[in-house]
């Protein structure tokens, strides 16, 4: 077993890196195993025809316009690239290196105003290090801090430029369970009141932005929070609760009786399977972990991998994220994740996805649980550019990205991590010290 | 939703891989002061549960030391595995069979690092016993006096992960953790219950942020990695002379911190230091021969890549995840290639869990760490990477010569897969341990449930 490593990352299409401007731009990824990430199974032989960025066409028996360059795929999959359901990715370079992680402002007198977006930075390692894998979309959570509404939350693409931001202020966040009741005061019901308070608060500063009085006599809320909850209460944006036991998701859906254009998704949600009818009925998407299968704690007694193939039964809509923790880092788990929603199948009792069911936990449904599906997650026409080609099933834990696209553009698939790999092949130092190795 | 991996219970394992096994203390009292030490006060009362005579006929074994049989036969009786071979290997009559045809057999996997019972499911301050972070040297506990048996993370690591057989161990928040323990997984009123019988105890010790961070934010000694290092210099320096007096027989106070380490010094215990940085283990490795003890593995080792000929030179291994990194400072430069090359080196690789979540998809980790490595040319075959996940760490347990390969005379703790291992697509469908199913997928009632699930809602429930 001392064979010498070849140092190189085999990329299978041999593309020079395209520097080009998006614009009037034609790509044809031919021959290779197709998924959608609708939900369909992926099919063979295959074309997606990209322009100026965006999917034009995706399917079998798809012309390859003239002019097109043209990307043979043949033996490879390709497929729309990975969309993280949640994650604090572009928000932190050292997760438990507190200078360099901005999801979190415990010390902030805001709450529902803040807004991730400027804090995002293209730069952080994790995400080039996720893009390598072929992640190219993540939606981006604060985590909250002294109050129970976390603020707005961000959908960002992992490409390599300076301009990560997809959608600004796209959510807002809010702590409903064991950890709404800690910031509430203590009990969940104090958090239940909570809520309703501030966003009465935010129905008032809506109806007489002047009048408001913000922290002052009996309102809990500035102004500044006051105004971000307005679009959150009129249903403008969505509203992500995260809540794990099954009386937790019931309450949240009766929050709607009172508050009625609510968009709510569900975060967390580990005993949704419990309560999965009325989820579906009330046809609330959820983000959830896939895997949690632990008590690990008592509001997640139920748990168990077949959640999210239960609710999908049920008619959910679920997408995959890291809810429970590794957020700014792994969102190249996602693919396990939903691989793992596709072993169980075999278990007796167990609820599995098909492959394309579970592919589109990490592809389209993220995006359609945000209320962006006509936009991104998918091949479908109109979507943007992002795909992937792969060396094989990309559920599968031997296959990685041999070429990634995001909004059509071709993306550098080098890290930090590759050149460290690269330098260490041969860990003892050469002539020179490994320093010199770059 | 924190990351819980950057709290105090990542512990730093140092093991090992080639270390013999020694036999745990077991005659030779030691007379020391006031009163004597006891051998093995305890003591394990696990005994292998009922099973049948079974045979396996038609998979493709992987027998954990790198060798691979296609439609191979594994038959199991009296609690031993009695048979290993190819598709004519003789089955008995009478006996149970089952066909792993399109199926694989492997040996139960082992998890080196493992934190269950000790930071258990649920994880409410009550139940939370990993770290005795009241001083930077408590060489004094042992783990399993921390062990909560009712951890439905033993049952999970069964069914879904197919672990046989793991190492219980103190957190990291201190230098010296304390004494770990080995467990056969199967489910006990009683952490004795469990015990696997005749296993050498480990000794945790960490190096790195933790404790430094713990015993810094207190005021006091070691608040860097050098004062680190000088905490635990002057406890060997201490722990010699404790050792040098007790072997010739003088009279001294037991000291219970002092016993573990004196058995230590004479090769007794295995020490398991959790340490990521490259620079880090090549200290611990210096300071280990000035003491004259020996490290069994370095654990977390994101950084084993880099000095992967020093650690083969040293035997020591390496406990790892597959792609681990930036969640702290220490964690930085983990590469999803460190499995590998840690194996290309010569070096004895690992896969560890140091998660309740992980220990449930040891084999996906291999199975990533596999890839990572063939993509840059480094190509180790199905059967030879097993070896990180049963062999390998049973060595730097000191039970390779009971359990972590398919061969006769061994523990028959065996795992039928439904598929191949290194699949995504492939669960444990029956596991056995010292040859009693202890897991099938298709019977409920062959699926444990601990008595803090039952009851509860989803009790009994496929996980």
Redesign the interface.
């Known amino acids: 077993?001392?064979?010498?490593?070849?140092?190189?990352?085999?990329s299978v299409v041999a593309l020079s890196f395209v520097t080009a401007p998006v614009s009037a731009q034609t790509i044809a990824i031919t021959g290779g195993k197709l998924a959608i990430g609708d939900g369909s199974e992926p099919i063979d032989n295959g074309t997606v025809v990209i322009v100026n960025g965006k999917v034009v066409a995706a399917g079998a028996g798809v012309a390859v316009p003239a002019g097109a360059q043209r990307i043979d795929a043949t033996g490879q999959w390709v497929t729309p690239g990975i969309m993280s359901g949640f994650s604090r990715v572009g928000l932190v370079?050292?997760?438990?290196?507190g200078e360099t992680e901005d999801s979190e402002a415990p010390k902030s007198p805001f709450s529902a105003a803040i807004d991730v977006a400027p804090a995002v930075n293209p730069l952080v390692?994790?995400v080039a290090?996720n893009r390598t894998s072929g992640v190219t979309r993540a939606v981006v959570v604060p985590?909250a801090g002294a109050s129970i509404f976390a603020g707005q939350g961000a959908i960002i693409d992992l490409g390599a430029d300076m301009n990560a931001i997809t959608q600004a202020r796209a959510f807002q966040y809010v702590e409903l369970g064991e950890?709404g009741a800690d910031k509430a005061g203590g009990s969940r019901a104090a958090a239940q009141l909570m809520f309703r308070t501030l966003l009465g608060e935010a129905q008032d500063y809506a109806r007489n932005p002047a009048a408001y009085d913000g922290r002052s006599k009996d309102n809990l809320l500035l102004r500044a929070d006051a105004k971000a909850l307005v679009p959150v209460v009129q249903g403008k944006v969505p509203l992500l609760v995260?809540v794990e036991r099954?009386a937790d998701i019931l309450s949240v859906i009766a929050l709607r009786e009172e508050f009625a254009a609510l968009k709510i998704v569900l975060v967390g949600a580990s005993?949704g399977w419990?309560v999965a009818p009325q989820i579906a009925a009330a046809r609330i998407p959820v983000i959830a972990a896939g895997?949690t299968?632990?008590?690990?704690?008592?509001e997640?007694?139920?748990?168990?991998?077949?959640n999210v193939g239960r609710m999908m039964e049920a008619g959910v809509l679920v997408a995959l994220g890291l809810?429970?923790?590794?957020?700014?880092?792994?969102l190249?788990w996602a693919m396990?994740q939903a691989?793992?929603m596709?072993?169980?199948q075999?278990?007796?009792?167990?609820t599995g996805l098909s492959w394309g069911q579970a592919f589109r936990t990490i592809t389209s449904a993220p995006a359609e649980a945000l209320g962006v599906g006509d936009r991104l997650g998918s091949l479908r026409a109109g979507r943007v550019g992002d795909v992937v080609i792969w060396d094989g099933d990309p559920?599968?834990?031997?296959?990685?990205a041999t070429a990634v696209f995001i909004d059509g553009k071709q993306q550098p698939l080098e890290n930090r991590?590759t050149k460290?790999?690269d330098r260490?092949?041969i860990?003892?130092p050469g002539t020179l010290p490994k320093a010199y190795d770059h | 939703m924190r990351l819980k991996a950057i709290s105090l219970c990542m512990p730093l394992l140092l093991a090992a891989c080639a270390s013999s096994s020694e036999e745990p203390k077991t005659a030779s009292a030691k007379p020391s002061g006031s009163s004597t030490e006891p051998e093995n006060p305890y003591p394990s009362t696990y005994a292998p549960y009922p099973g049948v005579p079974t045979a396996i006929r038609g998979a493709t074994i992987l027998d954990g030391e790198g060798g691979r049989i296609e439609r191979g036969v594994v038959f199991l009786s009296g609690g031993k595995i009695t048979a290993v071979g190819g598709p004519d290997t003789p089955i008995p009559a009478d006996v149970a069979v089952f066909d792993g045809t399109g199926k694989y057999v492997t040996p139960g996997i082992i998890d080196i690092h493992s934190h269950l019972g000790d930071y258990p499911s649920p994880s409410v301050d009550a139940l939370s016993d990993g770290n005795e972070a009241t001083s930077p040297v408590t060489a004094d506990v042992w783990a399993e006096h921390s062990i909560w048996p009712q951890d439905p993370g033993f049952s999970r690591a069964l069914v879904n992960g197919g672990v046989t057989s793991l190492q219980i161990l103190p957190g990291s928040a201190n230098l010296f953790g304390g004494r770990g323990v080995t467990l056969k997984n199967v489910p006990a009123r009683t952490q004795q219950g469990m015990k696997f019988p005749g296993a050498p105890y480990s000794l945790k010790m960490a190096c790195g942020e933790n404790p430094k961070r713990v015993y810094g934010a207190k005021g006091r000694q070691p608040s860097t990695r050098m004062g680190n290092i000088a905490v635990d210099r002057q406890t060997w320096i201490k722990a010699r002379a404790y050792q040098i007096k007790r072997a010739a027989n003088k009279e001294q106070m037991r000291d219970l911190a002092m016993e573990t380490l004196a058995d230590v010094l004479e090769g007794k215990i295995l020490v398991h230091n959790h340490c990521y940085r490259a620079d880090e283990m090549a200290n611990v490795i210096d300071m280990s021969k000035e003491f004259g003890y020996k490290v069994t593995a370095f654990h977390h080792a994101v950084e084993s890549y880099k000095i992967a000929d020093l650690l083969k030179q040293n035997g020591i291994c390496s406990a790892m995840w597959a792609d681990w990194y930036g969640f702290k400072m220490e964690s930085y430069d983990g590469i999803r290639e460190n499995i590998p090359l840690v194996q290309n080196a010569g070096a004895c690789a690992i896969v560890h869990s140091d998660d309740e979540n992980g220990i449930q998809r040891l084999n996906q980790e291999a199975s990533k760490a596999r890839a990572a490595g063939k993509r840059m040319g480094i190509d180790i075959p199905e059967e030879v990477a097993w070896e990180w996940l049963s062999y390998n760490p049973a060595k730097a347990m000191g039970i390779a010569d009971q359990t972590g390969s398919l061969k006769v005379g061994k523990m028959a703790d065996v795992v039928l897969w439904n598929g191949n291992p290194f699949s995504i697509y492939t669960r444990p469908e029956r596991v056995w341990i010292d040859g009693a199913l202890m897991y099938d997928a298709n019977d409920p009632k062959r699926r444990p449930v601990s008595d803090f699930e039952l009851g509860q809602i989803g009790a009994g429930d496929t996980k």
């Open positions: 077993m001392m064979r010498r490593p070849l140092a190189l990352f085999a370079e050292v997760e438990a290196v390692n994790p290090i985590s950890a995260h099954s005993e419990r895997l299968d632990l008590p690990s704690s008592f997640k007694l139920a748990a168990t991998q077949s809810t429970e923790g590794n957020d700014a880092v792994q190249r396990q691989g793992n596709v072993a169980l075999k278990i007796p009792g167990a559920l599968e834990l031997s296959s990685a991590q460290l790999r260490y092949a860990p003892a």
